[in-house]
């Protein structure tokens, strides 16, 4: 039986995709184990909060979204990060 991760956990996860360095939305999709639809509703969410930087990159036949984030998805991740250490959890979201 899995457990389901909460929304917490995904968009930590999301956040710590893209710090790492995967900036398309197919990649962190497949990083973050989500389906199209959801991830696109967290990335859209995460971006409204300010926490993920969309950027257009001009192609051939359309542009491509990339993201990349913020300083205060940094600071979102470092502390949820210090906030499990501290109460001794395991990392879970990534």
């Known amino acids: 039986m899995s457990v389901r991760r909460s929304k917490l956990n995904i968009m930590l996860s999301v956040l710590s995709t893209v710090k790492e360095g995967v900036d398309k939305p197919t990649r962190i999709m497949y990083a973050t184990n989500l389906a199209w639809k959801p991830l696109n ?15 257009e990159v001009p192609g051939i036949k359309r542009s491509k979204r990339r993201y990349e984030i913020t300083e205060k998805g940094v600071n979102v991740l470092t502390y949820f ?4 250490e501290i109460l001794d959890i395991e990392k879970v979201f990534i």
């Open 81 to 84: 990060e210090g906030a499990s």
């Open 41 to 55: 509703e967290v990335l859209s969410r995460l971006v409204k909060q300010e926490l993920l930087r969309e950027i």
